[in-house]
């Protein structure tokens, strides 16, 4: 089987690459630098094929899409930077980024007949209520150009393609690129105490971990919605940090506050971003380990 990856340059391309050369596939990844830019511990950096491609040329996606003749597209490219999303000069590059981008990978997929994995977020939802999003519900309404421009890119794929995975993840964190746990250890350098949010509830996901179950999903035809988080309960960022703290040994206060008290976020931030995962195991599907197990291995792998 040969996989095309997008987005390797960030946290969860690297890490489906180093999946799929796990396994023996054929992974050839792209991004837009014109050679790989992530973390140079990747096996595929010295044994893997790159590519690179701006994915908002489309003309320049159906042309490497053609030549490569993939089995499945395993789309991880991303405009991610939500607050940045909201400044009015950057939302036109945001669209055509999570929007276009992703509807010219779909296009393409559609001529191959190949499978696609189009990875969203949790911000396609409203963010109300305590009730965990179910991956079938329709009842969006994204409180930021992010969510909605991620929304967009869901609506590409789903009604140009039948053979998709459209996979939702929250609170992201691996090795290759910036995260809340990496923040969260800086920070702690340089401050006794540190103020967190405690309203926004979910579940952290670890890219290693959720790599291997989209790897785990191209080699089935179970297509569809999925939400894909660690296990482990739901919990607010204050919890989190409390716990990244615990595990690395050190002291730093944390200070509970609510958004409201926080500020700061040009964009608005969901509360609930709880993902009702059940349809992993009812389809088959492996659930990922608990977020606490996660963070203890990524913390020895980051050391």
């Keep these: 089987m040969k996989i095309f990856v997008t987005g390797v340059a960030g946290q969860l391309g690297h890490d489906v690459m180093n999946e799929l050369a796990k396994r023996n596939y054929t992974g050839i990844g792209s991004d837009i630098a014109p050679t790989y830019s992530g973390v140079q511990d990747a096996s595929y950096v010295t044994t893997a094929e790159y590519i690179p491609l701006d994915i908002t040329d489309k003309n320049a996606v159906n042309s490497v899409l053609e030549k490569v003749k993939p089995d499945v597209v395993v789309h991880c490219a991303a405009w991610t930077a939500v607050d940045l999303a909201e400044d009015a000069d950057k939302q ?13 990978i779909a296009l393409a997929c559609k001529k191959l007949n190949c499978k696609m994995v189009y990875i969203s977020t949790d ?167 608990t977020w606490q197990d996660a963070l203890a291995r990524y913390l020895k792998e980051i050391e």
């Excluded at 036109?92 to 010219?104: C, D, F, L, M, P």
């Design 92 to 104: 036109e590059k945001v669209r055509a980024i999570n929007a276009t981008g992703t509807e010219n």
């Design 123 to 289: 911000y396609v939802f409203n963010g109300q209520g305590e009730i965990p999003w179910k991956p079938d519900c329709k009842d969006y309404q994204p409180l930021n150009v992010y969510g909605q421009t991620k929304l967009e890119g869901e609506l590409a794929v789903s009604q140009n393609l039948s053979k998709y995975f459209i996979v939702r993840i929250a609170w992201v964190f691996g090795k290759n690129g910036k995260n809340f746990i990496k923040t969260m250890l800086n920070v702690a350098k340089t401050h006794d105490t540190v103020r967190v949010v405690n309203d926004q509830i979910g579940t952290p996901t670890y890219t290693y971990d959720l790599s291997r179950l989209l790897v785990d999903m191209i080699e089935t035809e179970k297509y569809g919605y999925y939400h894909a988080t660690n296990e482990g309960g739901y919990i607010s960022w204050y919890d989190f940090t409390k716990e990244i703290y615990r595990q690395a040994g050190l002291k730093t206060q944390v200070i509970p506050v609510s958004t409201a008290e926080y500020g700061l976020s040009k964009a608005a931030r969901p509360f609930n971003s709880r993902l009702d995962k059940s349809k992993l195991l009812e389809n088959g599907f492996k659930p990922l380990p």
